[in-house]
């Protein structure tokens, strides 16, 4: 069990340039979350995959902001035509538990909007 | 909405001083109440899962205690390793979302 990976782990962009990001979960964890977490702030939910369906989205999501999850294994969060108020910390979670209360957060994507 | 606020948001313990730190909630129909320890450049590590008013949950030197409209996490005889933002978030019931409070950024000095 290495744990939940996500790729890159920085992402210095240009405004109006699309960006995509990339999570790991544990093997076998069917359940993966997307957060946004901003400095001094606590994470803020974006969106959630039991396997491959994104059965919740959070509703404060722009229209900008995409995520897939084919074949409920990795996931891929795309931000399109980058603001500089994207620029955050993306987290990924993943969770085997059936209620979804333990989640394993990888270590994060900073994305920094010039 | 659901909101979930912590208090203090800094707290500074010699080590070995006891404390508490508060997590005050609303929320439509708790489903359960999480805590999380943070260090710096790292995602949020689990704690604790607590699900109704009375529940206590306890590991190592921490402790969490719920009820209906606050949580508090205990930390017993802290130490510098201890140091670390804390992260309380709810989750209503029927729904995956968790919305986390903005943290304790706790220090333990030796």
Partial sequence: DTGVSQDPRHKITKRGQNVTFRCDPISEHNRLYWYRQTLGQGPEFLTYFQNEAQLEKSRLLSDRFSAERPKGSFSTLEIQRTEQGDSAMYLCASSSDPRGDEQYFGPGTRLTVT | ?110
Avoid: M
């Fill in chain 2, 1 to 110: 909405e659901d909101q979930v606020t912590q208090s203090p948001e800094a707290l500074r313990l010699q080590e070995g001083e006891s404390s508490s730190l508060n997590c005050s909630y609303t929320v439509s129909g708790l489903r359960g109440l999480f805590w999380y320890r943070q260090d710096p450049g790292k995602g949020p590590e689990f704690l604790f899962t607590l699900y109704s008013a009375g529940e206590e949950k306890e590991k190592e030197r921490l402790k969490a205690t719920l009820t209906k409209k606050e949580s508090f996490l205990h930390i017993t005889a802290p130490k510098p390793e201890d140091s670390a933002t804390y992260l309380c978030a709810v989750q209503a019931e029927g729904y995956q979302k968790v919305t986390f409070g903005i943290g304790t950024k706790l220090q333990v000095i030796p």
